[in-house]
Structures are given as C-alpha cells and as structure tokens.
C-alpha cells in the first residue's frame, strides 16, 4: 500500500494548478476587481453572489456561508473525495507524476474514484460496440432521427449487446470486481447472480459538470425488451439523478457565456438541439425538472442579475403542459427571466429538426413565450368564459399569478392583458391583482404550497442559510478607520506580498494592532518572515495561526480590493501598509513625547537620546510618505 504524497509534489500540484479553473466547472465567476472573481456559492443557496475566488493565492471564501480554502478543499467538499484523491485528481489533470513516502504508486481507490473509472470503462465499450453488426437496430434508430455516426461520437453514444454478462466479463477483465460493478449500477442481482443493467439498448454516458461519466441512460429498442422505454443507471455513490443534468458538460461554457439555458426532455432532444446550433441545452435524467437540478443551473448560469434566460420547451400534450406547469411550481427560485418554447404542431427539438430542419429548432427557441404568459394561458383554458361563472373563475385563478410577477413594471401590463382575455374591466381585474398579491405565489392551491414550503427553506438571507453557530466573518469586524486600516493592510500583506516589499512587510508586522483578532494573523505572517525560509504564502500563513483563526486569513485572502488598474493597484497596496507602518510611528513619537516631559532637568543625557530618536522617527516618517 502507497504511503503519504510527498509534501513537495502535493505543494507542486497546487501551485501549477489554476484554482479559477477548477471552480469554474461548476460555478460561473466574474470578475470583482484585480486579480479577484465572484460567483454564487456552490455551497448553500444565495440570490446575490457573496462566493469570492483570489487565483492569485490560491484561496476561495463565501461570505455568506463561510465555507473557505484552497483547491484540494474545494474538491473535497464538491466530489466528496479524499484529500488524497482530490490531489491525485489534479495531478492527473496536469499529468504530474507523483511520488510517495514509501516510494509506491497511487493506490486503488474503493469509492469515487474507482466508479467512475468502471463507468468509463462501460462508456469506451459500449461505443466500440455501436460499431458491431448487432448494433444495426441502434445505428439505423440514430439515423432515422438525424444523427450520423460523427453525432454519435460527439456525444458518446454507444450500445449494450443483447448478453447477459458481456460488459460483466470485460471489466472484470480489467480489474473490477463484482462489487465496485454493482457499486456503479453497470450490473444487476438476480436469482442466479449478476448480470448485465444494460442489454440490446442505445445508451448514452451522463456526465457530471466537469465531464466525468457518473451513469447511463439506455433506449430500448426490441420488441422482446419488456424493460421500460428508458433505463438509467440507478442511486449511486456518483450518480444521483436529482442534480444531474444530460449535456451540462458540453453546454456550460455557453450558458455561462450567453446568460441562456434551454431545457429540453429527452437526450436526443439535447442532440437536436446542439447539432442545430442551440448549444445551451440541457435535459434532466429520467427525472421531473426539480429544485436540486435549480440549484445546480443557478451556478452554472450565474443566476443574480436578473438578466438571464431560462426556456424550457415541453411537448404539445397534455404531459407537456403538466410538466410545464410543475416547471412554473418552482419558477421564482430563478432570478432569471423563465420562457416556455412549444412548437405550433407539438413536435419536441429532435422530431422539428427532422421535420424542417436546423432553422426550425433555433426558431423554436428564440420565439419562445414568457412563462407567465403561458401559465395565465393554461390557466384560462380551463374556465368556460362564455359564462359569467367561468370568467369570475378565470379571474379568481389567474390574479395571484400576475400579482407574483417578480418584475413590478411587467405587472400592469399583465394586468391589461389579463382584463383583454377575459373581457372584464380593467379597474375589476386590477382590484383582483392588488388583492391577490402575496398570497400564495401565483400557483394552483397545491402547488402553491409546495414552492412556499420550499422557498423559504432556500432563500432566506444568507445569515438564514447557514448553521447556528457561524464562523467569524470579517464582516463583523468593526467599522472605524484604525481597524479598516489594520484590515486592509493585512490583505494588501497576505495577496500582494511581492508589491508590498520586503522592507515594508518587515516594519509592518512590528506595528501594534488594536483589533485582537486581527493581531493574530498579523502574528503568522511575522513567523513566516521570521523563518528560515521567509516566503509570504497564505497557505503557510494558514499552518501558523491556531485553527479558529485560519478563516480569518483565508477570508483576507481572497477579499476583493477597491482598484483596478494596475497603478491604482499598486498604490494601494504600498499606501495602506505605509499608513499602518506611519500609524505605529505616530504612536512611537507620542511615547517618546511623553517621556521627554518627564524626564528631569538635570539628566542631560537621556534628554539628548529622546530628541534624537524623536528626529529620527520624523526622518523615518517623512520618507515612508515620499515613498
């Protein structure tokens, strides 16, 4: 068994590892000033993003929730791997061999690791075997939907032979043991042992956000398969369906890029969609469009601003139109603006791009309607408004759903048009709408109550949204000039040591600080200067302090700085250190004033010392400001 990464080479992978980079697989950064990124945080639920990443030392810290560290936690936390693992992740990211105290290789992992690694095994067979003569019934299905055989390697397409134990007997001739296969869902238990999940079906590889094959989904295609139309992999260690989302691999860099995600049903209709140049869409996993799945959408498309676009497009049946309005049920929990795309005939993407073409599909899109115009729609059709009766119906039904528009300029307008539909005046209606808002988020009774329920256990506050007992936020820190002062100086310290200087950091950390807390870090960098090998890392910063204060150091890390340019930058950094440095010499001098006037008449010496070093310090002083 291998022992320990050698600390050098876990340092080493780190330090040649971009930390925006992974982050950036699952949550959608901006920039926040110099050397700064923000985004929501992947870790608990926000409207606003208050999750800052600093790459330049390699930190990231939530504000909100107070999860913090450096990339190995991060992946810990998101994957749920080891540390060891999260280090053997990334060196194979960047094809860094490591070494190990006992001089061994990387261990065998019985978890994570080693499922995923049997899913792509399953993945790269099941696409050697699209190719077989068997697999005629599932290259003739793809191509009478449109897809050619560079569709089906685009998209990782593969079959599963019609055989009991064929994918069994190849990966256990690679090394996998009936556990781990039945640990990643590639195989099921019967009366007489194991065979094969999948069997004489298309199966598609479902990806994580980063692009690692966690399951599959299987089409039947025989008419002696009595199975389901489709099968997907089952609850996994890897792969759970509810935060799962086919085709985010490809699509995330676009969405993040465009504010837009298309959510479609089917994964043929994500092929349609891609193929047609609709690169933005997504489609759930043998699973209702769910809060989980919000959630993960929500960081991907970096949903805070309001700008973004959610459309979803749904069949033209009646369980098309259920599952819109389950879509509408959770609809407020996008801060984006939410569509619903259905074609005039009822075709989904694939069956419209076979039908009329590419063009067809990105008509679909871009002609979509906005989601509460659909759901008032839907709405209404369900009253007789020929009759008095089904139009006070009608209007008691559709007035909450205008009334929760979250856009309060589109209202009135709603308003009016509501009023048009149902041909009542436009004062009824909006006395209906006035009277209705609040109370019960524009839904049908039941599924009012659910996204209620719901909403509020998701977005409260941030303070809502964390446990009891928070960890210490700079936040909280008081406001007066000295301790910003002592604050800001810290943080120009611990991100920009290199600009500071090492004359500066020096005198810096001698300077008395008022704020305890704040004297604590400023105490583990002064152990980093004082050793033997005196380079300013946060990490090492982070080793010094005793563990409550580590968050602390982390949080001053990746905090943003007000400048952009890089002068300003400069300025900045050098300004706020010379300003706590200047403050001590204030200081010094009023002690030294001090004891001057108690110093006896007759003590001519220790009179003449004090007058120099006061004008030894005001030298200092005057040549730190010209700085």
């Given amino acids: 068994m291998a022992g320990r990464i050698r600390q050098s080479d876990v340092d080493e992978v780190k330090a040649r590892t971009n930390i925006a980079d992974i982050i950036g697989d699952h949550v959608s950064l901006k920039s926040a000033g110099v050397g700064s990124l923000k985004g929501l945080c992947p870790f608990h639920d926000e409207r606003s993003p208050s999750f800052n990443v600093r790459p330049g030392v390699g930190y990231y810290h939530c504000f909100g929730c107070g999860e913090s560290g450096d990339v190995y936690t991060?992946?810990?936390?998101?994957?749920?791997?080891?540390?060891?693992?999260?280090?053997e992740r990334l060196a194979g990211r960047i094809g860094f061999e490591l070494h190990y105290e006992d001089g061994g290789q990387a261990p065998d992992h019985g978890n994570r690791a080693r499922l995923l690694a049997a899913n792509q095994a399953a993945a790269e067979f099941f696409v050697d075997r699209l190719g077989s003569p068997e697999a005629e019934v599932g290259r003739r299905f793809l191509g009478e939907r449109g897809f050619d055989a560079e569709a089906a390697r685009r998209f990782g397409v593969g079959f599963a032979p019609k055989s009991w134990d064929a994918l069994t007997n190849h990966l256990k001739s690679k090394g996998y043991s009936t556990e781990?296969?039945?640990?990643?869902?590639?195989?099921?238990?019967?009366?007489?042992?194991?065979?094969?999940?999948?069997?004489?079906?298309?199966?598609?590889?479902?990806?994580?956000v980063t692009g690692q094959t966690v399951g599959f989904g299987a089409r039947r295609l025989l008419d002696d398969d009595k199975g389901p139309k489709y099968l997907n992999t089952p609850e996994t260690a890897v792969y759970h369906k509810s935060q799962v989302l086919y085709g985010l691999d490809l699509a995330?860099?676009?969405?993040?890029?465009?504010h837009r995600v298309v959510v479609v049903e089917g994964y043929t209709d994500v092929m349609a969609c891609h193929l047609a140049g609709v690169t933005t869409a997504i489609?759930?996993?043998?699973?209702?469009?769910g809060v989980d799945h919000i959630k993960v959408l929500r960081r991907v498309l970096g949903d805070d601003s309001g700008v973004g676009e959610v459309v979803f497009t749904f069949d033209g049946d009646a369980a098309g139109q259920q599952a819109a309005m389950r879509a509408f049920a959770e609809e407020q929990r996008f801060a984006a603006q939410t569509f619903v795309a259905v074609a005039p005939d009822g075709l989904d993407p694939c069956d419209l791009r076979l039908a009329r073409g590419d063009g067809a599909v990105r008509t679909l899109v871009d002609s979509r309607t906005p989601m509460f115009d659909f759901v008032i729609r839907h709405t209404l059709n369900r009253y007789d408004l020929e009759t008095v009766e089904g139009r006070v119906g009608a209007l008691r039904a559709a007035a909450p759903i205008v009334a929760d528009i979250r856009d309060a300029s589109l209202r009135?307008?709603?308003?009016?048009?509501?009023?048009?539909?149902?041909?009542?005046?436009?004062?009824?209606?909006?006395?209906?709408?006035?009277?209705?808002?609040?109370?019960g988020r524009g839904r049908?009774?039941?599924?009012?109550?659910?996204?209620?329920g719901e909403a509020s256990a998701s977005f409260t506050s941030n303070a809502g949204d964390a446990p009891a007992?928070?960890?210490?936020s700079i936040a909280n820190l008081p406001n007066d000039p000295?301790?910003?002062?002592?604050?800001?100086?810290?943080?120009a310290m611990l991100q920009f040591p290199d600009r500071v200087g090492d004359e500066l950091l020096r005198h810096a950390v001698d300077s008395r600080f008022g704020d305890a807390t704040l004297a604590v870090v400023r105490d583990g960098i002064a152990a980093v200067l004082g050793s033997t090998d005196p380079r300013l890392r946060v990490d090492r910063v982070v080793a010094e302090v005793p563990t409550p204060f580590a968050g602390v150091v982390q949080q001053l890390a990746v905090l943003p700085v007000p400048q952009r340019g890089d002068a300003e930058l400069e300025a900045w950094v050098r300004g706020v250190v010379s300003s706590l440095i200047d403050r001590e010499l204030l200081r010094q001098k009023s002690e030294l004033l001090g004891r001057l006037q108690r110093v006896s008449t007759g003590d001519q010496a220790t009179f003449s010392a004090l007058q120099r070093a006061l004008v030894e310090l005001e030298q200092e002083r005057r040549a730190l400001r010209a700085d």
């Fill in 74 to 87: 991060f992946l810990q936390r998101m994957d749920h791997v080891s540390f060891t693992e999260a280090v």
């Fill in 180 to 208: 781990e296969l039945s640990a990643a869902g590639l195989v099921s238990q019967g009366d007489r042992g194991v065979y094969d999940r999948f069997r004489g079906r298309l199966v598609w590889p479902i990806r994580d």
């Fill in 252 to 258: 995330k860099r676009d969405i993040s890029k465009t």
């Fill in 283 to 289: 489609a759930t996993c043998g699973t209702a469009f």
């Fill in 412 to 439: 009135p307008g709603y308003t009016r048009e509501l009023a048009r539909m149902l041909g009542m005046e436009l004062a009824e209606v909006t006395r209906a709408v006035r009277g209705a808002g609040g109370g």
């Fill in 444 to 452: 049908t009774p039941a599924l009012a109550q659910n996204a209620r």
């Fill in 469 to 472: 007992e928070r960890p210490f």
């Fill in 482 to 491: 000295s301790t910003r002062l002592e604050r800001d100086a810290l943080q």
